[in-house]
C-alpha cells in the first residue's frame, strides 16, 4: 500500500520534471530538473529493489555527467528568446518521434510486462542482487562487458586526440624540475668585505 | 515505571513502532553529529591558535567553551539578505542541497559492530553516490547569487570535485577488493585481529590518495580555491549571511567528520582496538576491547589532521591542484589496482 503511494508520487514527480525539462524557459533549471527526474527515476528503481542500478543512477548521471552538463550550461550565453522560437517551430517534429518511440516500445515489450503482478522475483539463495549481477556481468557476459569498455575508452582518446591541438610557443612548467630546485640554484651569496671605516 | 511504558509502547500499532524507533537512531546519530560539528570549529580556532602561538577564542564560558553556541545564536538570529538580481528559489534551495548530503551519508556508516541506521549491501556505493550529490549545492550558490566572485568559486568546485572523486573512486576500489564487500560493516570486520591486519598497510598509496582527496573533496585547505580568500573573496557564499551561511559551515564540517570517519573505517579498522591479538596489552580492559570509543579516537585524530593541514601548509595553486588529481592520483591508484589485483590472487600476507 505504502509503496504503491511512493510509486504514483515518484511517476507523478517524474513526468512533471520531464516535462519541465522542455519548457523551462531557463536553460539552468532545464539541467536542474533533469537532475529530479534522475533522482525519482532511481527512487522509482529502489521500489522494484534494483538498487544497484538506482544507485548508480545517482553516481554516474546526477554525480557526474549532469555537474559537467550545469558547468557548461552555466558557462554559455544562451539567448532565450531565439531558443523559444525554435521549440515552436520544431514541437511537431518532437511530438512525432514521441509518438514513433511510443509506439516502438508498446510493440516491443507489451502491454503484459506493465501488468505483472508478481513484482521482482527475489533470487532463490536470498543473496543481494548486486552480487548476483556481478556474477552474471563477470562470468557469462564478460567479453561483451568488456569489449564495452574498450569502445567507450577508444571513443575517450579519440575525441581527446581530435580536440588536441599543439601551439607553438606554449610556455609550459615541469613539475618535476621545480621540485628539484635547490636554493643554491636561485640564490647566490656573495661575500664582500666591508668597506674600511674612514 | 518502566513498566508502564513498555506496556504502553507495546499497544502502539507496529508500523508506527517501527517508524518511531528508526526517527529516535536518526536524532541518535544526527543529534550528536551536530555537537561533533559545533565543537569541532571550536577545536580548529584554539587548534590553528596554539599552533600559531596565540590562545583562540578565550572569552565565552570557561576556556572560550560557549564559543560554537554564541556563534550559533548570533548566525540564527542574523537577517538573510537576498541580492536584488539573484534567483530566489535556487538561492534559498542551494544551501539545503549541501547540508542534506552531508547528513544522510551517515545512514550507512557503522559505529561498532552491528550499529548502523541502515546495513545495506552496496553502503560504499550510497556514500559515493551522496557525496557526489554535495556539490549541487555549491554549484547552485554560487550561480543563484548572480556574483562574479561565487560564480568563480562554483566553477572551481565543479572542476575540483569532479576530478578528485574520480580518484577517490578508485581508491575505494582497492578496499572493495581487498574486503570483498560493499557493506561498510563487513570492511571493517574484514580487518580483524590487530593493528597489522588493517588496511592502510597493503592499501597505502590508496590510503593516502583518498585521504588527500578527501581533504580536496571537502574543500579544505590546502585545497581550498573555491573559498580561496585572497582571490575570490570567499568563493560561493559570498552572498550568503545567516543561516544561508550557517548551513554551508555545518555541511563543510558534518562532511570533514564524514571524511575523517570513512578512513578510519575503510583503512583504519573502524571500532576495532589496535591492540586486538597483542599478547597483555590486548586484555587490557577499555584500550584492549573493541568499542566506539576506538573510532572515536581514530576520527578525532583524523580532524585533528584537518586542522593540523590548515595550519601548516600553503594553498595550492588552481592548475597544480589539477594536475595532482588527474596526473598523479588516478595512475597512482591505477597501478596500485593491479597490486592488489595480484595480492588478492596469491593470497598476500594477513589481509587476503
Redesign the interface.
Known amino acids: 500500500m505504502f509503496q504503491l503511494v511512493l510509486f504514483y508520487a515518484f511517476s507523478a514527480v517524474l513526468i512533471g520534471a520531464a516535462l519541465a525539462v522542455i519548457t523551462a524557459r531557463n536553460p539552468?533549471h532545464s539541467v536542474?530538473f533533469l537532475?529530479l527526474a534522475f533522482v525519482t527515476s532511481a527512487g522509482l528503481w529502489l521500489l522494484i529493489d534494483a538498487?544497484?542500478l538506482a544507485?548508480?543512477l545517482?553516481?554516474v548521471y546526477?554525480?557526474?555527467v549532469m555537474?559537467?552538463f550545469?558547468?557548461v550550461v552555466?558557462?554559455i550565453d544562451v539567448d532565450v528568446a531565439t531558443l523559444r522560437d525554435g521549440f515552436n517551430r520544431s514541437l511537431p517534429l518532437g511530438l512525432g518521434i514521441v509518438a514513433l518511440i511510443v509506439l516502438e516500445l508498446s510493440v516491443v515489450l507489451g502491454g503484459s510486462r506493465f501488468s505483472d503482478p508478481r513484482g521482482p522475483v527475489p533470487l532463490a539463495d536470498g543473496g543481494?542482487n548486486?552480487?548476483a549481477l556481478g556474477e552474471v556481468m563477470y562470468t557469462q557476459y564478460v567479453y561483451p562487458f568488456e569489449i564495452a569498455s574498450v569502445i567507450l575508452l577508444v571513443a575517450i582518446v579519440a575525441a581527446i586526440s581530435l580536440t588536441m591541438r599543439r601551439r607553438p610557443g606554449r610556455r609550459l612548467q615541469d613539475?618535476g624540475l621545480q621540485v628539484q630546485a635547490r636554493p643554491e640554484d636561485r640564490l647566490r651569496i656573495v661575500k664582500m668585505p666591508s668597506e674600511p671605516r674612514k | 515505571m518502566l513498566d508502564s511504558i513498555l506496556a504502553i509502547w507495546s499497544q502502539i500499532p507496529e508500523a508506527i513502532r517501527v517508524s518511531a524507533l528508526i526517527v529516535l537512531k536518526i536524532l541518535a546519530i544526527v543529534l550528536p553529529l551536530l555537537g561533533v560539528v559545533a565543537y569541532l570549529t571550536y577545536a580548529e580556532r584554539k587548534v590553528i591558535g596554539y599552533m600559531q602561538a596565540r590562545v583562540g577564542p578565550n572569552r565565552v564560558g570557561p576556556a572560550g567553551l560557549l564559543q560554537p553556541i554564541a556563534d550559533a545564536a548570533k548566525l540564527a538570529f542574523k537577517e538573510i539578505v537576498i541580492p536584488a538580481r539573484a534567483n530566489r528559489a535556487l538561492f534559498i534551495i542551494a544551501p539545503v542541497l549541501s547540508f542534506l548530503p552531508a547528513l544522510v551519508a551517515w545512514a550507512v556508516v557503522p559505529f561498532a559492530d552491528g550499529a548502523v541506521l541502515a546495513n545495506v549491501d552496496a553502503g560504499l556505493l550510497f556514500i559515493l553516490a551522496l557525496t557526489s550529490f554535495g556539490v549541487y549545492g555549491i554549484i547552485l550558490a554560487g550561480w543563484a547569487s548572480n556574483s562574479k566572485y561565487a560564480f568563480l568559486g562554483a566553477m572551481r568546485a565543479a572542476a575540483q570535485m569532479v576530478s578528485y572523486e574520480l580518484a577517490m573512486g578508485f581508491a575505494l576500489i582497492g578496499v572493495l577488493m581487498a574486503a570483498n564487500s560493499l557493506k561498510l560493516n563487513d570492511i571493517v570486520l574484514a580487518q580483524q585481529g590487530g593493528f597489522w591486519h588493517w588496511y592502510f598497510i597493503p592499501l597505502f598509496p590508496l590510503f593516502l590518495v583518498y585521504w588527500i582527496s578527501g581533504v580536496a573533496e571537502t574543500n579544505r585547505l590546502p585545497f581550498d580555491v573555491v573559498e580561496g580568500e585572497s582571490e575570490i573573496v570567499a568563493g560561493f557564499h559570498v552572498e550568503y549571511g545567516g543561516m544561508g551561511f550557517a548551513l554551508f559551515f555545518l555541511a563543510e564540517y558534518a562532511n570533514m567528520t564524514l571524511i575523517a570517519t570513512l578512513v578510519a573505517t575503510l583503512f583504519m579498522g573502524g571500532w576495532l582496538s589496535p591492540l586486538e591479538n597483542v599478547p597483555v596489552l590486548g586484555q587490557l580492559p577499555l584500550l584492549g576491547q573493541n568499542g566506539f570509543h576506538w573510532l572515536a579516537l581514530k576520527v578525532a585524530f583524523f580532524l585533528f589532521c584537518f586542522l593540523w593541514f590548515r595550519a601548516t601548509f600553503p594553498r595550492y595553486r588552481y592548475d597544480q591542484i589539477m594536475r595532482l588529481g588527474w596526473k598523479v592520483f588516478i595512475p597512482v591508484t591505477i597501478v596500485w589496482l593491479a597490486v592488489v589485483g595480484v595480492f588478492v590472487h596469491t593470497g598476500f600476507g594477513p589481509w587476503f
Do not use: N, T
Request: zero cysteines; aromatic letters at 10%; proline letters at 5%.
Open positions: 539552468v536542474l537532475v538498487e544497484f544507485i548508480v545517482v553516481l546526477v554525480g557526474a555537474v559537467l550545469l558547468f552555466m558557462m543481494s548486486i552480487r613539475p
